[in-house]
């Protein structure tokens, strides 16, 4: 985008390039803009949009007709190589810096005490030219803002001695707002200034009267303070306003927070924001430190009040809270009068035109600050609370800066200033004791507090004692209960609905990174979502994306240890990832339905109406899953882990392979305990297949010979053949045909007998490239036709996705290489839709072999670097190698004999750690030292 263009909603809504207007659009498109200049910098929702430009009587193409105006002003934004218009997750968000958008600098300016700068911004009436409610609602609060600014200016033109220069504007101002008493408390000043008393006392009997007339009140303490200032009939006169500096200390040794200091001191922040997180995330650490930081820029002092509403001690009122704020800024011998709302109206009088920082520390519920607000744009607001206060965002306009746990360096970095050279003595022990504390400010300052105590002490030892049992208790600095992590984490539940405490609880039992919804409702035996919400907005948990929810490590220890009903909850919990998986799976790989355990879920599980979901369902809950497996092994239920390991395989085999070590070794244990042979069995063939694709031959063998021997001994074929299989196919890795060939025969004829069509399909496949590479096409291609048309009948498309490689290596053998490039390129179109990684890098492998064969060199090396790009991201050897060569085939056909012969080495290296011959054999012909360039 171009850095010179200007947006303007303080007139017309517009967009202006080099000085001249660009044309934003019919009525509808400009409101789309205006709602995105408003919220410049920040996520805006489709639904907000939406709801913003029609109001309630969107017609049901809204969705679409925001797609097109978004479209149509990314257009008129220009290069899209810088556009300034970003889709965000559900909705859009405007990147312009705050100098661009004049109401984003006007509150900027504002802030600064350049009120005149910021009024020569205004261009007539804001948002000319937009209608809805959405829009006449934020014209008067706009309107509202320029009202305090004029007032902002006045009184700084007063104390400057140019009260003649406000006299006409202020007039104004009071004519439109009669009854805005800073305008006419500003214009008394500035009448009684220019030596005109008494058209200034005329003012007051006007306003006096009016305010009786229609309120039945009295003029507030500012307009009695500027009427005896006219009384009194000496322009020196002045009421004196105290200026408060009540902010706390600065906290000792404060670190980190830089990106949440940067959003704080960013130009165009709002005047009110709220700072939330976790209980003991350093919300109040952060607000007063950021409060001392930019305390010059609020010359008429900084105010303080803790609202205590987390406290075992009982919250602030909102009544309380004015009453010890006015305390603070009447003039001296005046008292705050009796009722809410008249404390409510006074405080906003006495900050008019003042510029002042509000911070309300630890608040409970919007309602419990609503009161509190200022209604002068000069003055700004910091909230802390635990709480989302959603209302304060969508009713007041404040932005929200959450507070996570830190960062692992600033944790580092804060206990290191805390402790000294302890942490770097011992950084192995103080690395450790920063995730003991979840990296909670809270925390990691209770545990220096226990360092210090213990001088003597090595740090690991701390770490061993906070390993244990005790971490709660040890964390709790003396016995201060503002201070123990336990007693705050316990403030927090006292506001919740029984539901949600209970469900808290539970959800200390999830051995898993995060739950979605539908687990913690498996969890809990009972609907959630109110619940999770509740917690949600305490920051008991915290939302991660979608519909995902966490929670630190020290409130899981805590949630865990209220937690009632552990064996009951875990087995309905299991049972939900059981019947979820085996639903995805089913989606993914309905042809293999039968070689997996059948399962019947309990509770609802995902949708998973397209395949896609399915996979998108097991990537994300992936570490769930390996979790729930080693989990239910330790916890009694290890046939909940062979089982789970059992539907995973064939995901699992794709592109995780720490993840199949971690199920498929666990597994191997549990089946051990269960006395369970075949599963055991099963487990060892599904490793020792994980252990091949990564080059790892001698112990894969190792594997499948225990596993052949278990099924022998049981009796069990299923097993025999499967270990035979993959046995076979790590002989065909390793170059040797003849040996591969007989191990599969020996496995194709037990899948035969047992009826298992869906392992002799597989088993055909392999054995048809395997015969095509001794040289018996026509076998081969016997082979993988059968192979193709089983997979086909059964639906099973990865199957069928292999069955076409084969038959294309087979048309290959034969010379038709554009149509074995087909047959790949189908073959690659499965793969992708199941998402199976490493399959589709073989698949590009031996398509990029195919289009060297037919003269598209370019085509080939992309294939092939695609390829080794997947390899070497699962680290899969084997395969690096093949692609490898592949890619050095290609660059000798280019006469690039330079990075053939880098490729070559490389391929050369991999495949002597192996012991893949063949590759072995294609590098060294490469290399110049074999006889011939061997067929891929």
């Known amino acids: 985008m171009d850095r010179g263009m200007e947006f303007r909603v303080l007139g017309a809504v517009e967009v202006r390039a080099g000085g001249r207007v660009v044309p934003a659009g019919e009525p509808r498109q400009r409101a789309v803009l205006a709602v995105l200049l408003l919220e410049a910098g920040r996520p805006v929702a489709l639904e907000t949009l939406i709801g913003r430009v029609w109001g309630e009587t969107a017609p049901p193409g809204a969705r679409r007709s925001i797609y097109a105006y978004v479209a149509r002003l990314r257009r008129v934004l220009g290069d899209a190589t810088d556009q300034p218009l970003i889709r965000t997750s559900g909705g859009y968000l405007l990147d312009a810096d705050p100098q661009q958008v004049d109401v984003l600098w006007f509150r900027t300016l504002l802030a600064r005490g350049e009120a005149r700068a910021a009024l020569d911004l205004w261009q007539g009436e804001p948002l000319s030219g937009v209608g809805g409610v959405w829009a006449d609602r934020i014209r008067e609060t706009l309107w509202d803002e320029h009202a305090a600014a004029v007032v902002a200016w006045a009184h700084t033109e007063i104390r400057d001695g140019r009260a003649e220069t406000v006299l006409a504007p202020l007039t104004e101002l009071a004519e439109q707002r009669p009854m805005f008493e800073p305008a006419t408390e500003a214009l008394i000043r500035a009448l009684h200034a220019a030596g005109r008393p008494s058209d200034a006392l005329i003012r007051y009997d006007r306003i006096r009267r009016l305010l009786r007339d229609e309120l039945g009140a009295d003029p507030g303490p500012a307009l009695q303070a500027a009427h005896q200032v006219v009384l009194s009939n000496d322009p020196a006169v002045v009421t004196i306003r105290p200026v408060p500096a009540q902010l706390p200390a600065d906290v000792p040794a404060f670190t980190g927070r830089a990106a949440e200091l940067a959003e704080l001191d960013r130009p165009g922040t709002p005047p009110i924001v709220c700072l939330t997180g976790t209980p003991g995330a350093g919300k109040t650490a952060l607000a007063v430190h950021w409060a001392h930081r930019a305390r010059d820029r609020f010359p008429d002092g900084q105010l303080y009040v803790n609202l205590r509403g987390f406290d075992p001690e009982q919250p602030v009122t909102p009544m309380e809270a004015l009453g010890t704020l006015l305390a603070a800024v009447l003039p001296q011998g005046r008292a705050a009068p009796a009722g809410l709302d008249e404390r409510a109206a006074q405080y ?42 959603a209302g304060l965002v969508s009713v ?23 402790v000294g050279d302890r942490v770097t003595r011992e950084p192995a022990a103080a690395a450790m004791l920063v995730e003991q504390c979840a ?3 809270l925390a990691l300052r209770i545990a220096a507090e226990l360092a210090a105590s213990r001088p003597d002490a090595t740090l690991r030892a701390l770490t061993t004692e ?15 209960p503002r201070a123990a992590v336990r007693a705050v984490f316990s403030w927090s539940l006292r506001h919740l609905p029984a539901a949600a405490v209970d469900l808290f609880a539970l959800l200390g039992l999830h051995p898993g990174p995060w739950i979605d919804t539908l687990a913690a409702a498996a969890l809990s035996g ?86 896609e979901t399915a996979r998108d369902w097991l990537h994300t809950e992936l570490p769930n899953l390996t979790a729930i497996a080693v989990h239910a092994a330790a916890h009694q239920a290890p046939a909940v882990t062979v089982r789970l390991a059992a539907i995973l395989y064939r995901y699992l085999d794709g592109d995780q392979h720490s993840a199949a070590v971690v199920v498929f070794e666990t597994a191997r244990s549990a089946a051990r305990d269960l006395g369970d042979e075949p599963g055991e069995a099963y487990a060892l063939n599904a490793l020792a297949y994980t252990y091949a694709q990564e080059g790892r031959h001698p112990v894969a063998i190792e594997r499948l010979e225990e596993a052949l021997r278990l099924s022998s001994r049981g009796g069990d074929e299923v097993g025999e053949a499967r270990a035979l299989g993959n046995l076979a196919m790590i002989e065909e890795q390793l170059g040797r045909y003849e040996s591969a060939a007989q191990r599969f025969e020996q496995a194709l004829h037990r899948f035969r007998r047992l009826g298992d069509r869906t392992g002799e399909a597989h088993v055909r496949t392999r054995l048809a490239s395997v015969e095509a590479r001794l040289g018996h096409v026509g076998t081969a291609r016997g082979h993988a036709e059968r192979a193709l048309a089983m997979h086909q009948r059964s639906g099973h498309r990865f199957g069928e996705a292999w069955a076409l490689n084969s038959l294309s290596e087979v048309e290959s053998r034969s010379g038709r290489h554009a149509v074995a490039a087909d047959g790949h390129r189908q073959a690659l179109a499965l793969f992708r839709e199941l998402g199976h990684r490493s399959s589709q890098a073989w698949t590009l492998d031996s398509l990029g072999a195919q289009e060297r064969r037919l003269g598209r060199h370019g085509r080939a090396r992309e294939h092939h670097q695609q390829a080794l790009d997947i390899f070497d991201d699962l680290g899969e050897r ?16 280019c006469d690039d004999h330079e990075r053939a012969l880098t490729s070559y080495r490389r391929a050369f290296e991999l495949a002597v750690g192996t012991g893949a011959r063949d590759q072995q054999a294609r590098a060294l012909a490469g290399l110049g030292e074999g006889e011939a360039e061997p067929d891929h």
């Not at 906070?466 to 201060?480: I, M, T, Y």
């Not at 293999?592 to 879920?601: D, I, K, M, N």
């Open 348 to 389: 906003r009088t006495q900050l008019a035109g003042r510029r002042m920082l509000v911070v309300l520390d630890n608040a409970a519920t919007v309602e419990q600050v609503r009161h509190l607000l200022p209604g002068a744009p000069t003055c700004a607001v910091l909230v802390t609370s635990r709480d989302s206060l």
């Open 396 to 418: 007041h306009g404040a932005r929200r800066i959450p507070l996570d746990v830190l960062t692992q360096p600033a944790a580092a970095g804060l206990l290191r200033e805390l």
């Open 439 to 441: 990296r909670l400010p």
């Open 466 to 480: 906070l390993a244990g049992q005790r971490r709660l208790d040890l964390l709790s600095d003396g016995g201060d």
């Open 526 to 611: 009972r609907p959630v979502r109110e619940s999770l919400a509740a917690l949600t907005r305490a920051h008991l948990i915290h939302r991660l994306a979608d519909d995902r929810y966490g929670l630190h490590d020290l409130l899981r220890a805590y949630a865990a240890e209220r937690a009632a009903d552990g064996p009951a909850a875990l087995a309905r919990l299991y049972d939900h990832y059981l019947g979820a998986a085996s639903a995805a799976m089913q989606v993914l790989y309905p042809g293999e339905a039968g070689r997996r355990p059948p399962v019947t879920a309990t509770g609802p599980v995902p949708d998973f109406a397209e395949p």
């Open 878 to 893: 084997f395969g690096q190698a093949s692609a490898l060569n592949g890619l050095g085939e290609t660059y000798a056909a």
